[in-house]
């Protein structure tokens, strides 16, 4: 009996130990997502920019533009900052036609507050270049690659592909145009026409932005838009991009044109260096909230899957080994 009862006692006391070792875990876990989110919100409102004297801020623009609201954040939090001036460092093939209109108007309002100055890195291509005509002035190193002024729509086809499997397609559709084209059947003359129209309404829009922000005639406009890219040394004679020379070119360009001292410290702007949706799913379900981490990384899954919308100003190029 005394056996059994000390067994018993003993399981008691095994459970109450692991339930304080999960509850302990379960509110750490918890205090580390609150901190991150608190962490991240902090800085992508620009706090630590405010504990900051004067400097010159560096925004990176690379990988795939779409406008997300980090981004925008980020350029907003450039303009609340104690920032003298800004650097936009690009490095990028463009993007959603979209997404790249947001970045530009974005950076426009910058630039009314603070001197911003684009350099071209690797790339400047499509909606990346439509981002560096927000600026005041456009640098780029000699071998970037600068331009690819145009708009796209792709698709894959896959009737042909269908048809040799044996598999149909059906559709109701409430006009012909509706859902047109859709991949899975021939594109009609009527559907192509119509898509054909936005592409070149979307392309009007970009080259007279970039005839309005590069001052540029009707003959030096056709030489630009036929959706090449160009180095930046042809896009210095082609009025694309102002001055050769990168960072240390664009440094210099403000201290003699916005009387920017060139020894002010260069600070990166970055975005919110906190815990992903990814992680921060993880720490949920870790602390026993299975709601809010089935929402973080549902969040995550469609921020994915919504990448690109249909109408894209991207550049698909090479690289040189």
Do not use: C
């Not at 991240?40 to 504990?51: E, I, V």
């Not at 939090?77 to 463009?94: E, F």
């Not at 036929?226 to 042809?234: A, K, L, P, S």
């Amino acid at each position: 009996m005394s056996a059994s009862y000390d067994s018993t006692a003993d399981h008691l006391i095994d459970r109450r130990r692991l339930r304080r070792k999960v509850s302990f875990w379960r509110v750490l876990a918890f205090i580390a997502l609150a901190l991150a989110i608190g962490i991240g919100g902090f800085r992508l409102a620009g706090g630590t920019q405010a504990l900051q004297g004067p400097h010159i801020a560096r925004v990176t623009l690379s990988g795939l533009i779409t406008g997300d609201r980090a981004t925008l954040n980020l350029i907003e939090a450039a303009g609340r900052s104690n920032a003298s001036a800004i650097i936009l460092s690009i490095d990028s093939p463009g993007g959603t036609v979209t997404g790249s209109e947001r970045l530009y108007e974005e950076i426009r309002r910058l630039s009314a507050r603070k001197p911003v100055a684009a350099v071209i890195n690797n790339m400047g291509a499509s909606g990346a270049y439509v981002a560096a005509l927000g600026a005041e002035r456009i640098f780029s190193h000699q071998n970037s690659l600068v331009g690819s002024i145009g708009v796209l729509i792709q698709m894959p086809n896959v009737a042909k592909l269908l048809d040799t499997v044996g598999v149909r397609v059906e559709a109701i559709r409430s006009s012909p145009l509706k859902a047109a084209p859709n991949g899975m059947e021939p594109t009609s003359e009527e559907a192509r026409a119509a898509i054909n129209a936005i592409v070149v309404d979307s392309y009007d829009w970009f080259k007279s932005l970039v005839r309005e922000r590069r001052k540029l005639d009707d003959e030096a406009l056709a030489k630009v838009t036929d959706g090449r890219v160009f180095t930046g040394r042809q896009s210095v004679a082609l009025r694309l991009v102002d001055e050769l020379g990168g960072e240390r070119a664009a440094i210099a360009w403000l201290e003699k044109e916005k009387k920017i001292p060139a020894n002010l410290r260069i600070r990166d702007l970055r975005r919110p260096s906190g815990l992903s949706a990814l992680s921060m799913a993880s720490l949920a379900k870790m602390a026993g909230f299975d709601g809010l981490s089935r929402a973080l990384g549902a969040g995550q899954q469609a921020a994915q899957a919504h990448l690109l919308d249909g109408l894209v100003a991207v550049w698909h190029g090479w690289t040189l080994d």
